[in-house]
């Protein structure tokens, strides 16, 4: 099944789909989803399935800066945006949670709130700087961020008798540290959500019957989880390998109680680019010159 080039709401909605995330963004319906919740690749050097991770700065902020546009345009007046993001390591320090709060209120989003999950990994730590000495000793930092943004208002519309969460959870998850573990079963990707962060993440900032994308989606934790809690779903990969896995886990995992989920696509839907070669082409051509200008600026 192949998407036209702006698809309707129904085609898409509870659908994998094999694509670059700031083109399909783009040919969502405008106004259309309620919550995005992603982690993007965060220009670290790790071996996704068929994606470099390993830009200039300035270049790897350009292309997401894209990418938040195009989201901002997607989602319904007061939707959320829940960004998360690791700090960046001891050697090649950049604040980079500052940068992109910067880069996605510069878009038209509100920022609404700073999660920080801690993970607790500190057990593993083996690079303590110069030991017992201040010539040069490490912080190591052993939490991310979920930044959180609003499109327009802060209040996002919806029926109350389908907001889902319990008085103890509520409580429980509007202190902004969130003590969860790291993912330990990866599922053949370097670097899933565990789903206890996006299972708060949903029911405190989204409605049942609600839209939850995530356009880099990985191995589709937030669709499962989306689903699982009675939320339709949208997940985006541009690796076709981490798009099936995202449709088997789909397949393997049930929905809670009482929720009446819709049937699930039966393949993976592509959307690639329109005019994918020229486009890449030009992309390439574009990509290296501002490589260029960065290098020789810095
Ligand atoms: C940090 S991982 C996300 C993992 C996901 N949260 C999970 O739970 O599995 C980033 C993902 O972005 C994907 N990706 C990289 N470039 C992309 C692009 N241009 N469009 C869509 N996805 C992309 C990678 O394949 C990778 O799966």
């Known amino acids: 099944m192949r998407a036209s080039a702006v698809a309707s709401a129904v ?46 700065y300035a270049a790897y902020r350009r292309w997401l800066k894209g990418v938040w546009r195009a989201l901002h345009r997607a989602l319904v007046p007061g939707g ?9 390591s001891i050697k090649n320090f950049r604040p980079i949670h500052h940068d992109l709060t910067r880069d996605v209120t510069e878009v038209g989003f509100g920022l609404r709130a700073e999660i920080l999950w801690y993970k607790q990994t500190m057990g593993r730590r083996t690079a ?42 509520f409580q429980s998850f509007s202190d902004a540290f969130w003590h969860i573990p790291p993912e330990r079963n990866r599922r053949g990707h370097p670097a899933p959500f565990p789903d206890e962060l996006i299972r708060r993440l949903v029911k405190f900032y989204s409605y049942r019957t609600n839209v939850v994308l995530d356009m880099f989606g990985g191995t589709g934790t937030v669709a499962a989880v989306a689903r699982k809690t009675g939320r ?9 390998e981490y798009c099936e896995l995202a449709l088997a886990r789909l397949r393997a995992t049930p929905v809670e109680a009482g929720v009446l989920a819709a049937p699930l696509p039966t393949k993976v839907l592509e959307m690639p680019a329109p005019s994918a070669r020229g486009n890449s082409l030009r992309h390439g051509r574009k990509q290296a010159r501002r490589e260029l200008a960065d290098r020789v600026a810095k």
């Not at 959320?80 to 960046?88: G, K």
């Not at 959180?148 to 889902?164: C, N």
Request: glycine share 6%; net charge negative.
């Open 11 to 56: 085609e898409l909605v509870d659908q994998v789909i094999h694509g670059d995330a700031r083109t399909t963004l783009r040919r969502l319906p405008p106004d259309s989803i309620h919550l995005a919740i992603t982690s993007p690749p965060y220009n670290v050097g790790i071996r996704y399935a068929g994606y470099s991770d390993d830009r200039s």
């Open 80 to 88: 959320r945006f829940a960004l998360n993001v690791a700090p960046t």
């Open 128 to 169: 303590w700087g110069s030991w017992r000495s201040p010539s040069n000793p490490h912080v190591i930092p052993s939490w991310e961020y979920v930044l959180v943004f609003s499109k327009g208002p802060m209040k996002l519309e919806g029926d109350p008798a389908k907001a889902d969460i319990t008085a103890e959870e």
């Open 232 to 240: 339709h779903f949208l997940s985006i990969d541009s690796s076709r």
